[in-house]
């Protein structure tokens, strides 16, 4: 049981470059996430999906773009990488549930030059 | 106003002392309350959830009131272990299907 999962672990991309950055989960959980975490900003809610098929908008979901084919794969989309968009992404998911437990990936460090 | 706002801190403690944390909300739907730990350059791990009646895991109390919509943590004969930042979560709507992190407070247990 590996819980979550995210490729890859660290990337570094040029301006304008585009990337996807792939969590999987063996937890057979309804709820993923995808958040950002900045320096004094905490973490930040890109997009999440409830279900397989299903995605919506989290409090800053501009320049991203998800996908969830899926139940165990949540996929986040760069399409034209900006240098305000590095930071520290870690992708979540839980059980459906309003007091169900949220377990974090290892997270994916992004640098955009 | 943040959804949910915490003291960042840092706090520097000394091994041993006892240590307490509050956090506000703002959404008063929310139903759902946790403490995360968060170790540096790490993901959050649920450190407890947050009862509406209060409960205690070993040396860590979390206690919610709704009413002033406030949740504390509580930690007692604090290690060096414990140094870590600390994050105040909410259900941030109706069905909770989105939680809401406080930006964190850090702790450093000083031996």
């Known amino acids: 049981n590996a819980g979550v999962t995210q490729t890859p672990k660290f990337r570094v991309l040029k301006t304008g470059q585009s990337m996807t950055l792939l969590c999987a989960q063996d937890?057979?959980?309804?709820?993923m996430y995808w958040y950002r975490q900045d320096p004094g900003m905490g973490l930040r809610l890109i997009h999440y999906?409830?279900?397989?098929?299903?995605?919506a908008k989290g409090e800053v979901p501009d320049g991203y773009n998800v996908s969830r084919l899926k139940k165990q794969n949540f996929l986040l989309g760069l399409e034209s990488a900006a240098p305000s968009q590095t930071s520290v992404y870690f992708c979540a998911s839980r059980l459906a549930g309003g007091t169900e437990t949220q377990y974090f990936g290892p997270g994916t460090r992004l640098l955009v030059l | 106003r943040k959804e949910v706002e915490q003291d960042p801190g840092p706090f520097n403690v000394p091994e041993g002392a006892t240590v307490a944390f509050n956090c506000t909300y703002s959404?008063?739907?929310?139903?759902?309350f946790f403490w995360y730990r968060q170790d540096c350059r790490k993901e959050p791990k649920l450190l407890m959830s947050?009862?509406?009646s209060g409960n205690e895991d070993g040396r860590f109390t979390a206690q919610l009131n709704r009413a002033s919509q406030y949740i504390s943590l509580l930690i007692r004969d604090s290690k060096l272990s414990d140094s870590a930042t600390y994050l105040c979560v909410a259900g941030a709507n109706f069905g909770n299907e989105k939680l809401t992190f406080g930006t964190g407070t850090r702790l450093t247990i000083i031996p």
């Open positions: 999906s409830v279900g397989e098929g299903t995605t």
């Open positions: 937890m057979n959980h309804e709820y």
């Open positions: 947050v009862y509406s």
């Open positions: 959404n008063s739907a929310s139903q759902s």
